[in-house]
């Protein structure tokens, strides 16, 4: 997804107000647009970002980085400092190393001290499979983290079927871990 000049911008944030206005409203756009190489049109995205939230008050703009990224890095961070993401949620699965914990802390610490605790989220990836965590990694990542960072906005999973066809041990053991106070 690109959006190399303001005319395009514009065309896009007028199919979302279509969007919104046929769909009775929603709560806000996730920028998932980390494939191969692209570099992103940063300063469109972020006028784009604030056109939408200055249509739609309360409007969320959040986005997936991928951890590593320093291209990824800097685009969320001029994001928020033009007050165009209410966060990032970097994703901790599906890549080498992803799943452990001891990797999510110091990548997680790295995030925040680029934009701010309030402004991280964490993605986790629970599954039975390569690249991906176990419950306990899942807990002892969101644990680290919690303690080094209280001001954390949250965390996710990838994928509610998963969650769901495991028994739900995201929601069940997790979740109730980044609710609590």
């Keep these: 997804m690109s959006f190399p000049y303001r ?9 979302i107000a279509a ?31 604030l056109e939408l939230k200055r249509r739609f008050p309360g ?9 590593w990224s320093q291209r990824d890095m800097i685009f969320c961070q001029a994001m928020v400092q033009a007050g165009a993401l209410d966060y990032a949620a970097p994703q901790y699965y599906d890549g080498p190393g992803l799943n452990d914990p001891a990797y999510v802390v110091s990548n997680v610490a790295q995030w925040v001290g680029l934009l701010g605790a309030s402004k991280v989220v964490v993605g986790f990836g629970l599954w039975n499979a390569t ?7 899942a807990e002892s990542a969101w644990n680290q983290v919690r303690a080094r960072f209280p001001g954390l906005r949250g965390a996710y999973d990838w994928t509610i079927h998963t969650d769901e066809a495991a028994g739900w041990p995201f929601a069940n ?3 109730p871990l980044v609710a609590a106070p």
Aim: proline share 7%; no cysteine.
């Design 7 to 15: 005319g395009k911008s514009q065309a896009f944030v007028d199919s």
């Design 19 to 49: 969007l919104h206005s046929r769909l009775g409203g929603f709560d806000g756009l996730d920028w998932n647009t980390y494939e191969a190489e692209q570099q992103p049109d940063t300063a469109e995205i972020i006028w784009i970002s």
């Design 59 to 67: 409007f969320i703009i959040s986005t997936p980085p991928a951890p």
């Design 131 to 137: 690249n991906y965590m176990s419950v306990a990694q």
């Design 173 to 175: 053991r997790i979740a």
